[in-house]
């Protein structure tokens, strides 16, 4: 027996293995069974705070001023970017409360047992992997500039540390967000006074001046691809909490602590790249931290890189989530232990590798063009997968169907592939790119509005695929498994 997406008990396929709750995570893939949810949603509020205080939070500020706007308007632009894409993140995680599943298996209702995995369980991982390398490179630089080792060795030393959280999962992922929550918060509230008060930002600085549009819809992308990029996992965090959590608490306490502190710590990377301007996001760091007590800036880099250390966890354990996933679709897996710890080692191991290739002169280029190219290819997503939970199917998905790949959800579920596909080609032409800028965009003077038009196609093109939905059918299976409202 078990709970459905209202909370209500049912019996759940086979598949579904039973957890524990002492030690190390058991379970992965599978749902979560009313007795073994736990904790508050006040949970939620340290993770998504502690998830944005960290070296990779400050280095995308320092990316975003380098774009060639004044730091007031890069300012302006991080907290509409900020408030922006977190909405979008935060309505994902009331998701997990709900359905006790993670992000990625509900999207088998739009795309299919096998669409899911091709047309969205791929681009997560790569999602995933990405920022762990750009997060291992800043981890090797860190290491670096504290101990005096080699950058080369602080990758392997960062992602053995990620990867063992990760391992132990989700409850441990949580006490280790509330542990550092103090510590943390109170490094970038004294790094700000630094900045601020005698970091040395020219005069002037704040005055409006001018705005540079291009540069400043850049930055917007960037910063709202920065907290988009949270929302394929983000429920990952909230699907063990009671089915008693309302959808407006837990959408609370994400998207204050995300928004706030993603925005604060990226508009403090942009502070102090623009008091110490053409040095490292490590280095203008220290120079904050040193310019009020000496040492300070050793210990404000310390406590920053063991925030590092736990969103590479999160993203390691997200993406050992997706791998499992993936081989789920073509080969039945029984969830365990062992195999989320073999998942985590595969990518732990190739994170390093490729952090070694990009290395640390190479991090603004590769980490500037990830931000971007990953907003583009999980915004569509995002607009199918909420309009389908909020308004098509209104949080009434059948639990075992999910898992069965001949089940009601299908292999390919055309009406998400079709809307995807249709607002990805849509948005191409309004791209803006190192590599490439779209036509429109370039007539438009290389201002990129991608992610409305993306955000606007997606849901339209959906919500007409799925008027041929056959949702009282759906809704009867729902019901025998005592799901329905």
């Given at each position: 027996m078990?709970?459905?997406?209202n909370?209500?008990?049912?019996?759940?396929?086979?598949v579904?293995?039973?957890g524990?709750?002492?030690?190390?995570?058991?379970?992965?893939?599978d749902?979560?069974p009313v007795a073994?949810?736990?904790?508050?949603?006040?949970h939620?509020?340290?993770?998504w705070?502690?998830?944005?205080?960290?070296?990779?939070?400050?280095?995308t500020?320092?990316?975003?001023?380098?774009?060639?706007?004044?730091?007031?308007?890069t300012?302006?632009?991080t907290?509409?970017?900020?408030?922006?894409?977190?909405?979008?993140?935060?309505?994902h995680?009331?998701?997990g409360?709900?359905?006790?599943?993670?992000?990625l298996?509900?999207s088998?209702a739009?795309f299919?047992?096998?669409?899911?995995a091709?047309?969205v369980?791929v681009?997560?991982?790569?999602?995933?992997?990405?920022?762990?390398?750009?997060?291992?490179?800043?981890?090797?630089s860190?290491l670096h500039?504290?101990?005096?080792?080699p950058?080369?060795?602080?990758?392997p030393?960062?992602?053995?540390?990620?990867?063992t959280?990760?391992?132990y999962?989700?409850?441990?992922?949580?006490?280790?967000n509330?542990?550092?929550?103090?510590?943390?918060?109170?490094?970038v509230?004294?790094l700000?006074f630094a900045?601020?008060?005698?970091?040395g930002?020219?005069?002037?600085?704040?005055?409006?001046?001018?705005?540079q549009w291009?540069s400043?819809?850049?930055?917007f992308?960037?910063?709202?691809?920065?907290?988009?990029g949270?929302?394929?996992?983000v429920?990952?965090?909230?699907?063990y909490?009671?089915?008693?959590v309302?959808?407006?608490?837990?959408f609370?306490w994400?998207y204050?602590?995300?928004?706030?502190?993603?925005?604060?710590?990226?508009?403090?990377?942009s502070?102090?790249?623009a008091?110490?301007?053409?040095?490292s996001?490590?280095?203008?760091?220290?120079q904050?931290?040193?310019a009020?007590?000496?040492?300070?800036?050793?210990?404000a880099?310390a406590?920053?890189?063991?925030?590092?250390?736990v969103?590479?966890?999160l993203?390691?354990?997200?993406?050992?989530?997706?791998?499992?996933?993936?081989?789920?679709?073509?080969r039945?897996?029984?969830p365990?232990?062992f195999?989320?710890?073999?998942?985590?080692?595969?990518?732990?191991?190739?994170?390093?590798?490729?952090?070694?290739?990009?290395?640390?002169?190479?991090f603004n280029?590769?980490?500037?063009?990830?931000?971007?190219?990953?907003?583009?290819?999980?915004?569509p997503?995002t607009?199918?997968n909420l309009v389908?939970?909020?308004i098509?199917?209104?949080?009434c998905?059948s639990i075992r169907?999910?898992?069965?790949?001949?089940?009601?959800?299908g292999?390919w579920?055309w009406?998400?592939?079709?809307?995807y596909i249709?607002?990805?080609?849509m948005?191409?032409?309004?791209?803006?790119?190192?590599p490439?800028?779209?036509?429109?965009?370039?007539?438009?003077?290389?201002?990129?509005?991608?992610?409305?038009?993306?955000?606007v196609?997606?849901?339209?093109l959906?919500?007409?695929t799925?008027?041929?939905l056959?949702?009282?059918?759906?809704?009867?299976?729902v019901?025998?498994?005592?799901?329905?409202?």
């Amino acid at each position: 027996m078990g709970t459905t997406s209202n909370g209500k008990t049912a019996t759940v396929t086979p598949v579904i293995q039973q957890g524990r709750l002492d030690g190390a995570e058991r379970r992965s893939v599978d749902f979560v069974p009313v007795a073994e949810r736990h904790g508050t949603v006040r949970h939620l509020g340290a993770v998504w705070l502690v998830a944005n205080i960290n070296l990779t939070a400050m280095a995308t500020g320092v990316t975003t001023l380098a774009l060639g706007g004044s730091l007031f308007w890069t300012l302006v632009a991080t907290v509409f970017g900020s408030l922006f894409g977190t909405l979008f993140m935060a309505l994902h995680s009331s998701q997990g409360p709900h359905l006790g599943l993670p992000q990625l298996v509900q999207s088998r209702a739009q795309f299919g047992f096998l669409g899911a995995a091709i047309t969205v369980w791929v681009f997560a991982f790569v999602n995933y992997f990405n920022y762990n390398v750009a997060d291992a490179i800043l981890a090797g630089s860190s290491l670096h500039f504290l101990l005096g080792i080699p950058t080369s060795w602080g990758f392997p030393i960062a992602v053995l540390i990620a990867g063992t959280l990760a391992l132990y999962g989700y409850r441990w992922i949580h006490r280790v967000n509330r542990f550092l929550v103090a510590p943390l918060a109170l490094t970038v509230v004294i790094l700000t006074f630094a900045a601020v008060a005698r970091g040395g930002i020219p005069s002037g600085a704040f005055t409006p001046g001018p705005i540079q549009w291009h540069s400043f819809a850049t930055t917007f992308v960037i910063v709202a691809g920065f907290q988009l990029g949270w929302a394929p996992y983000v429920s990952d965090y909230s699907r063990y909490l009671p089915p008693t959590v309302s959808t407006r608490s837990s959408f609370l306490w994400t998207y204050l602590p995300s928004a706030i502190s993603a925005l604060w710590v990226i508009g403090l990377g942009s502070l102090l790249a623009a008091a110490t301007p053409g040095v490292s996001v490590i280095m203008a760091i220290a120079q904050g931290g040193d310019a009020l007590m000496a040492g300070g800036g050793r210990i404000a880099v310390a406590l920053l890189f063991i925030g590092l250390l736990v969103v590479m966890a999160l993203n390691a354990y997200g993406g050992s989530l997706t791998l499992i996933s993936i081989v789920d679709c073509y080969r039945r897996v029984r969830p365990s232990l062992f195999l989320r710890g073999i998942t985590i080692v595969a990518m732990t191991l190739s994170v390093g590798f490729v952090a070694a290739m990009v290395g640390e002169e190479q991090f603004n280029v590769f980490y500037g063009n990830v931000l971007v190219f990953l907003a583009y290819l999980f915004t569509p997503w995002t607009a199918i997968n909420l309009v389908d939970f909020y308004i098509v199917r209104k949080g009434c998905y059948s639990i075992r169907e999910l898992f069965n790949p001949a089940g009601i959800y299908g292999r390919w579920g055309w009406q998400g592939n079709v809307a995807y596909i249709g607002a990805l080609v849509m948005m191409v032409p309004f791209f803006v790119t190192e590599p490439f800028t779209g036509w429109i965009a370039h007539r438009m003077g290389d201002i990129d509005i991608s992610m409305f038009v993306g955000l606007v196609v997606a849901s339209l093109l959906y919500l007409l695929t799925s008027r041929t939905l056959d949702l009282s059918y759906e809704r009867s299976l729902v019901e025998k498994e005592g799901i329905a409202e």
